[in-house]
């Protein structure tokens, strides 16, 4: 009897503990969006510079063209002086994190004026952010990279936490671990890329919801509208990742690096950046967001 009761206790111990740790993943999705729509109230009232200095992380990266340490380079180069000020705003219609709720993304629309004053946007994109959590329990920006697309049909829907978005409790990773394997899983999909093909390739590693941006297209959402997108490719697509990381509960991470595209004649026409997130489903890593940004042409 004394058995009975003690296995009962553990079993309401541990459901105890689940709940509390799907709350906590649910509170850190929303206290992340609301980062990332405080983060765009900031560019509208004091300037898109002022708020990606108040938002980001002391490593946060940017691409100014290529990665950078954003905060630093921001502070070597100010802003000229002007008459006008432009605005940047945007809003994420997509968002997820970790188990762990130290890591997370976001995607949705964004709008560019070349004055506030303007009445209508002169430029539309897309763009990816990801977030970490800081060691005072905020989120700051850890990346950000977007596309431009043409002007959308309709507005955005606004965001809302998604039906079964909690999810069971997590044990900590070997992060460097996790971290030195999510790089390879990338650099073995460049590698496939270049011998099998992109599509093929992209098929390969590539999650059931996975989202492509690409310059001036929509993003396209889903597995196979997204492979569809790159059956277009015909050029060999290859790239280097510079870098990766992984959540503590080593269920979610991101890379970035530079990417190629060489005819069959082998002659690079276009270079850019890319980042990605990545997701880990029944141990396996695979895509969730695919973002690549042309470099201009020299």
């Keep these: 009897m004394k058995t009975l009761v003690t296995l009962v206790l553990i079993i309401c111990s541990l459901a105890a503990t689940t709940a509390a740790q799907n709350k906590n993943q649910v509170n850190d999705l929303k206290s992340m969006v609301e980062t990332e729509r405080a983060f765009s109230r900031t560019s509208e009232e004091k300037g898109t510079r002022e708020s990606f200095a108040e938002f980001i992380a002391d490593d946060g990266i940017l691409f100014r063209p290529g990665p950078v340490l954003g905060k630093k380079w921001m502070q070597e180069h100010p802003l000229p002086d002007s008459t006008t000020r432009s605005l940047l705003s945007w809003q994420p219609i997509f968002a997820a994190v970790s188990r762990a709720g130290d890591l997370g993304y976001t995607t949705g629309p964004w709008q560019f004026k070349n004055d506030i004053k303007d009445a209508k946007p ?3 994109g897309n763009f990816m952010t990801v977030w970490k959590k800081q060691a005072d329990g ?6 950000d990279l977007g596309i431009s697309n043409p002007e959308p049909k309709a507005p955005a ?3 809302q936490v998604p039906a079964g ?3 069971g409790g997590f044990k900590r990773v070997n992060h460097e671990t996790e971290r030195a394997a999510l790089l390879n899983v990338d650099r073995e999909f460049s590698k496939a890329s270049a011998e099998e093909g992109a599509r093929p390739a992209f098929l390969l590693v590539s999650a059931s919801d996975v989202r492509l941006f690409r ?4 993003p396209f959402v889903g597995r196979m509208a997204a492979a569809d997108a790159l059956t277009m490719l015909t050029a060999e697509w290859t790239w280097k990742p510079s870098f990766a990381d992984v959540s503590i509960s080593g269920d979610l991470g991101y890379s970035y690096g530079t990417y190629e595209l060489r005819d ?3 002659i ?8 990605r997130v990545w997701k880990k489903l029944n141990g396996v890593w695979k895509l969730v967001v695919d973002v690549a940004n042309p470099l201009p042409r020299q």
């Design 215 to 218: 310059n001036d297209k929509f």
């Design 122 to 124: 002169s430029a539309f």
């Design 268 to 275: 690079v026409f276009e270079k850019g950046n890319y980042a």
């Design 138 to 143: 905020s989120w700051k920006f850890a990346l």
């Design 165 to 167: 978005s909690q999810t």
């Design 157 to 159: 829907m606004m965001w």
């Design 264 to 266: 069959k004649t082998g």
